[in-house]
């Protein structure tokens, strides 16, 4: 007895985690097509099957939901670039393993890639900050891999291919439905690699 009722907890907790994963996947969406401004509580609500007053038990605000969703998703990608980095054999590896794993966040997750463009702006300035330190700490990553590999060229320099780098990466998926998965990715790997020089 004592068993099943210590498996309650995770049980719910489990079924908490997976239906504010599920709220944080229907906002990207909502955001993306609508605009930030364009989505309320009871939207996001309805679109996993609760209520909207039901939104506050996994989050404070709407505001809370957008800051979840990018600052999650920035440290996602700083956790997983360094994790990519440490694991390759060399520079030259890490390199192209980076650009597979932006890659791969950016063919995945083209919603979230859209609101971080357009409603930034709607995070309080704290939040806002959080953002763009994680995506700063992400691109030095890129910079400290290429500045290895082209030790005479200014990290200024580099820092400006990895962001356009990026730019290319990020915006590609949004036109890219009448390619195939496999070809966009193949596609894409090769023009940020040559686009980074490599």
Same mark, same amino acid.
């Given at each position: ?50 209520? =909207?007053? %039901? @939104? ?7 505001? $809370?939901? #957008?800051? !979840? *969703? ?10 997983? =670039?360094? %994790? @990519? ?7 030259? $590896?890490? #390199?192209? !393993? *980076? ?22 702006? $709607? ?76």
């Amino acid at each position: 007895m004592a068993e099943t009722l210590d498996a309650l907890p995770t049980a719910r907790g489990r079924a908490k985690a997976e239906r504010r994963a599920a709220l944080l996947s229907s906002a990207a969406h909502l955001f993306a097509t609508r605009g930030f401004d364009g989505v309320s509580i009871e939207d996001l609500g309805a679109s996993v099957g609760i209520s =909207g007053p %039901a @939104v506050y038990r996994h989050f404070t605000s709407k505001q $809370a939901v #957008l800051a !979840a *969703l990018l600052i999650g998703v920035s440290d996602g990608l700083l956790v997983g =670039g360094r %994790a @990519v980095v440490d694991s390759a054999d060399d520079d030259p $590896a890490a #390199l192209r !393993a *980076l650009v597979r794993f932006h890659v791969e966040f950016a063919l995945r997750d083209p919603d979230v890639i859209r609101v971080q463009d357009r409603d930034l702006a $709607a995070l309080s300035l704290r939040d806002r900050e959080s953002v763009r330190d994680l995506q700063r700490r992400y691109v030095g990553l890129w910079v400290d891999v290429l500045g290895r590999l082209r030790p005479s060229t200014e990290r200024a320099e580099l820092r400006l291919r990895a962001q356009a780098t990026f730019g290319l990466l990020n915006s590609t998926p949004h036109s890219a439905r009448s390619v195939t998965a496999a070809r966009t990715r193949a596609l894409l790997e090769e023009m940020a690699l040559a686009a980074l020089d490599q």
